[in-house]
């Protein structure tokens, strides 16, 4: 009878050993199974390896339960639990790291919309059910899901009766919510880092508050047809690399600001690489925009990823195949992380904190080669002018500006690449992997992320005893060169705004270079150079240098000009014009100067004064000028440069290049975002 009890202990823990085994087994071997492109072979044989001794184990169980043989019996029983629990917990590590990539990668095609119903913070209602009867305010474009589309469904599945008063522009509904014109006005969820770095609408966070917030998930027009393949990385392919600031950790697909945009183009045949940083202001036609009507780059943004993308797939002549949102509180976090980044700061430097906040959360950064923490990389990689109003001397002796950022942003990005190499623990693997899934999003399949392993192995590889990776990279840096300009908004914002107008050779030498790197043009081969032993080498700047002809021609003032003039200057433009009053000099214009005249098909001007432009220039300014225009303190050149002066045929004057683009209008105040 003993005999007999031990004989089903043994029975009882064989089984539990069979099955712990070809549990674990086959949960690693489904997992793995799942790592598409990484390793295929060693997968392969590791899967068959495992079943023949998962199998041998089995059969050799069975043979020692039967002849009850111990010792034998329990070392096989230990070899099929460790096995089986080995499994288990490779499986479960396996599905984590899959898990947080599954995250990251969004292929649905689908981009999230999101609009709020705001108020005035005084205003006594708390909920949409305390507005009463009173007026909405919404956009007058029907295509604009934040600004009509989700408003409009929000009235309805309200059941309200309100009527809605309609705005051409989101600036125009936040000015009238201020004059009490309206009290209740739909904006985008994420108005207050897209408007908040305006000048004057730095405050608008404290001034309103919000009382309803709806989404809506909208399948994108144009699907890309491989954006959803599933083929390993081996082609050359390009990345866009958007920095997206947020009120709040995590990321989503609705509008944003395009504050920090880099297009990496990598060729894994060569491990070459070019990187380019497009300035903010950088003025493109936007792609989303009706008649892709030209604007600041970044406001392409509040369009979503896919309007980025196309606009600089049109204006550098190149297709984006992937694109990855960070958002500015993930890099914070990923450096910490990784215990810092290593950087030579060339200057002290004062910047505000990841929450866009001043006093005692200022970032003081000395200069100096030195390890920086997560709050202090980001503070380097936004900065691009002194503060001098929140900060003492000691920290704002210093120039600055886009294309310093920039470069400040690819030195960031190079230490990130250093510290990556580098990781070899899983507890960091963990927790990057979870700084990354709720920071980041990209339109990279799971699989194209995975096949991103080969890569980093051949780069691994080839890294050895190399301490940067911009050498193993072979980085190409690539820059934009243009002008400053400002320019009033017509028909978007209707403020005058600054702007950086891009000469077309500039873009044509990046293109074309980005091309080369990707295959699609033939490389050029320079047979000989030539240098100064005593001068150290430095790397040319593809596209830096070049400059060309200023295309960008501008609405001049009519005021004290004839009717006459106005008729054939329009003419000449194409716009159509309409003149109220006398025929005698120009009093007053519809479209204020400054405006780009791709943009003006008609115009209307009244007449009938007795002053020409001669005796009238000291108020031309004045009566021509948007009721709205910005600007950013700066004493240069462009600020009180005349557009376009009559008898020129409307070409801008010449003001002085800059060496990177002056600060923009909207990131003025040292308290904003940029």
């Not at 790291?97 to 209602?125: I, M, R």
């Not at 009382?211 to 083929?231: F, R």
């Not at 980085?475 to 017509?490: E, F, S, T, V």
């Not at 500039?506 to 032993?533: H, P, Q, R, W």
Request: hydrophobic share 35%; proline share 3%; aromatic share 8%.
């Amino acid at each position: 009878m003993k005999k007999l009890t031990k004989h089903k202990v043994a029975f009882i823990l064989t089984l539990i050993s069979i099955l712990v085994l070809f549990g674990g087994v086959g949960y690693f071997v489904l997992s793995i199974s799942k790592l598409s492109n990484v390793e295929n072979n060693l997968r392969l044989i590791g899967s068959i390896v495992l079943g023949i001794i998962s199998l041998l184990l089995f059969i050799l169980s069975i043979r020692f339960l039967n002849k009850f043989k111990k010792i034998k019996l329990s070392i096989v029983i230990i070899l099929m639990l460790l096995i089986g629990g080995v499994g288990i917990f490779a499986a479960y590590n396996v599905d984590k790291v899959y898990g947080a990539l599954s995250k990251v990668s969004d292929t649905s095609g689908y981009t999230t919309y999101s609009s709020s119903l705001v108020t005035l913070k005084d205003n006594e209602a708390e909920s949409i059910k305390d507005i009463g009867d009173s007026e909405l305010g919404i956009l007058n474009d029907t295509t604009s899901y934040e600004g009509n589309i989700i408003p409009e469904e929000v009235i309805k599945e309200q059941k309200l009766n309100n009527k809605t008063k309609e705005y051409d522009s989101y600036i125009a509904m936040i000015d009238a919510l201020r004059d009490g014109e309206i009290n209740y006005i739909f904006l985008p969820t994420n108005y207050t880092v897209m408007f908040g770095s305006m000048e004057g609408y730095e405050d608008i966070a404290d001034e309103t508050k919000v009382l309803l917030t709806q989404t809506k998930k909208v399948k994108n027009e144009k699907e890309e047809s491989d954006s959803t393949n599933t083929k390993a990385i081996t082609e050359p392919f390009t990345v866009l690399l958007m920095g997206v600031d947020s009120d709040a950790e995590g990321i989503a697909n609705g509008s944003f600001n395009g504050d920090s945009l880099m297009v990496i183009t990598f060729n894994p045949k060569t491990l070459s690489t070019t990187i380019l940083s497009i300035p903010r202001d950088s003025y493109v036609p936007i792609a989303c925009f009706s008649g892709q009507r030209k604007n600041k780059i970044t406001h392409a943004a509040w369009k979503g990823e896919t309007c980025m993308m196309n606009t600089i797939e049109n204006f550098l002549d190149i297709k984006i195949d992937y694109y990855v949102k960070i958002n500015f509180t993930g890099v914070v976090q990923l450096v910490d992380t990784l215990g810092g980044v290593e950087i030579d700061v060339p200057y002290n430097l004062c910047e505000q904190n990841s929450k866009r906040q001043w006093g005692s959360n200022t970032i003081y950064i000395e200069k100096g080669l030195q390890t920086l923490n997560g709050e202090q990389a980001l503070a380097y990689a936004r900065n691009r002018h002194p503060n001098p109003g929140k900060c003492s001397s000691k920290w704002t002796n210093y120039t600055s500006n886009d294309f310093i950022r920039g470069e400040h942003q690819q030195e960031v990005v190079t230490a990130l690449l250093n510290k990556f190499k580098d990781v070899k623990d899983l507890d960091t693997v963990y927790k990057l992997l979870d700084t990354i899934s709720n920071n980041m999003v990209t339109n990279m399949s799971t699989d194209q992320i995975l096949s991103l392993y080969n890569v980093f192995k051949d780069i691994a590889s080839k890294s050895t005893g190399m301490d940067d990776m911009a050498d193993v990279l072979g980085i190409q840096r690539l820059k934009l060169n243009g002008y400053d300009a400002r320019i009033y908004d017509y028909g978007g914002t209707n403020l005058s705004l600054y702007n950086y107008v891009l000469y077309d050779d500039s873009v044509k030498a990046v293109s074309d270079a980005m091309k080369e790197n990707l295959g699609l043009k033939k490389t050029k081969v320079v047979k000989s150079f030539s240098f100064d032993i005593n001068t150290p080498y430095e790397k040319e700047v593809i596209g830096a240098d070049i400059t060309g002809t200023r295309s960008l021609v501008q609405l001049p003032s009519f005021v004290g000009e004839t009717v006459s003039y106005v008729r054939s200057y329009c003419s000449q433009h194409g716009i159509s014009v309409t003149v109220k009053g006398g025929n005698g000099y120009v009093l007053s214009q519809s479209v204020p100067s400054g405006a780009n005249v791709e943009d003006v098909k008609s115009i209307t001007i009244t007449a009938g004064g007795n002053t020409s432009s001669s005796s009238s220039s000291s108020s031309s300014n004045n009566n021509t000028t948007s009721d709205t225009t910005t600007d950013d303190g700066e004493d240069d050149d462009i600020s009180n440069t005349v557009p376009g002066t009559p008898g020129s045929g409307g070409e801008p004057s010449t003001p002085v290049t800059p060496s990177g683009p002056e600060e923009s209008d909207e990131n003025k105040t040292p308290d904003t975002t940029e």
